[in-house]
């Protein structure tokens, strides 16, 4: 065995477990993340006015629910200035109902919001997917 032909094999020799090691970090890294669902979409808002019920809030949201371990768990309603001004509590997964609507009824909103921002959480992530920002109808 030639000098340079040595020195390529224990170059080699000492890389395949560096590679490995690195295979096997990554591949671990699979299970010690929570999840592989990413955060919780707001898809669509509709908001409409009726005499019985002042506003319906009805909201589209997407989310890779996973299981109880990781689901979109609500979605809240926000004045301008970041105020919470109503929270719609999902209280089990959608798995197999992607993406998903739910209503909210308000009795009334605050005097001057004449529009809001929706956003949905989810129970590893928090808030961070798409947001919607809509006007409150007259």
Avoid: C
Wanted: charged residues 25%.
């Amino acid at each position: 065995m030639d000098v340079a032909h040595r020195q390529k094999t224990q170059r080699a020799g000492k890389l395949i477990p560096k590679i490995l090691g690195l295979g096997v970090f990554l591949l671990s890294m699979g299970r010690v993340l929570p999840a592989t669902a990413g955060e919780a979409d707001v898809l669509a808002v509709e908001i409409t006015k009726s005499a019985s019920s002042p506003y319906i809030f009805v909201v589209t949201v997407r989310h890779e629910d996973a299981g109880w371990n990781h689901y979109a768990d609500r979605w809240e309603i926000l004045s301008p200035d970041g105020t919470i001004l109503a929270k719609r509590v999902l209280f089990h997964p959608h798995v197999d109902e992607q993406p998903f609507t739910r209503s909210l009824r308000l009795l009334a909103l605050p005097e001057g919001v004449q529009r809001v921002r929706v956003r949905a959480h989810d129970n590893v992530h928090g808030f961070g997917g798409l947001e919607k920002e809509v006007m409150v109808p007259d």
